[in-house]
Antibody
Framework: EVQLVESGGGLVQPGGSQRLSCAASGFTFTSYAMSWVRQAPGKGLEWVSTITVSGDSTYYVDSVKGRFTISRDNSKSTLYLQMNSLRAEDTAVYYC??????????WGQGTLVIVSS | EIVLTQSPGTLSLFPGERATLSCRASQSVSSLYLAWYQQKPGQAPRLLIYGASSRATGIPDRFSGSGSGTDFTLTISRLEPEDFAVYYCQQYGSSSWTFGQGTKVEIK
């Protein structure tokens, strides 16, 4: 069974840091670029970041550039998102997703990050 | 950045009716890189359509996609109870991915 399982969400203070993980199983992790997509409460989907198969190229939405870092460990089939200098507007459910030919499939179940004092 | 605008914001229909959802891009999008997703409350999005018109694995044939350039359409031929959800279009271009704001299909 194809599975993506996110973890690491929780409550964090403004200006703080959080590291999200996404463990992949049931498919060949090293064949796919990977991405993070977030959804603020009651809002739509927003692409956050993408990393290539080898990890040598990364891409970010402008609002997180310089604050978030995407990485992957292919030996562990795990994707990461290091989030620094967090703001209230970063509050969202963060989904990891495999990326192929421009589309996201499959998706994890998401992990909620709340940035609040 | 390519902006995707979906319409209508909400579509109120009876089960069995046809649903037509629109996605308009601010500039031309390659059909290869236009996808549609379905999201139900409390669930992750699910890929429905990719390449503007190809159904993802396991997606019923009542779902179809069409369009090119800046105008794309998702059609649900006859709504089943499980189809009431929010639908998003998404595009890829120039190392950037964007989603439309979503269309909610609700039971009338």
């Amino acid at each position: 069974e194809v599975q993506l399982v996110e973890s690491g969400g929780g409550l964090v203070q403004p200006g703080g840091s959080q590291r999200l993980s996404c463990a992949a199983s049931g498919f060949t992790f090293t064949s796919y670029a990977m991405s993070w997509v977030r959804q603020a409460p009651g809002k739509g989907l927003e692409w956050v970041s993408t990393i290539t198969v080898s990890g040598d190229s990364t891409y970010y939405v402008d609002s997180v550039k310089g604050r978030f870092t995407i990485s992957r460990d292919n030996s562990k089939s795990t994707l990461y998102l290091q989030m620094n200098s967090l703001r209230a507007e970063d509050t969202a459910v963060y989904y990891c997703a495999a990326l192929y030919a421009g589309r996201f499939d499959p998706w994890g179940q998401g992990t909620l990050v709340i940035v609040s004092s | 950045e390519i902006v995707l605008t979906q319409s209508p914001g909400t579509l109120s229909l009876f089960p069995g009716e046809r649903a037509t959802l629109s996605c308009r891009a601010s500039q031309s999008v390659s059909s290869l890189y236009l996808a549609w997703y379905q999201q139900k409350p409390g669930q992750a999005p699910r890929l429905l359509i990719y390449g503007a018109s190809s159904r993802a694995t396991g997606i019923p044939d009542r779902f179809s996609g069409s369009g090119s350039g800046t105008d794309f359409t998702l059609t649900i031929s006859r709504l089943e109870p499980e189809d009431f959800a929010v639908y998003y279009c998404q595009q890829y271009g120039s190392s950037s991915w964007t989603f439309g704001q979503g269309t909610k299909v609700e039971i009338k």
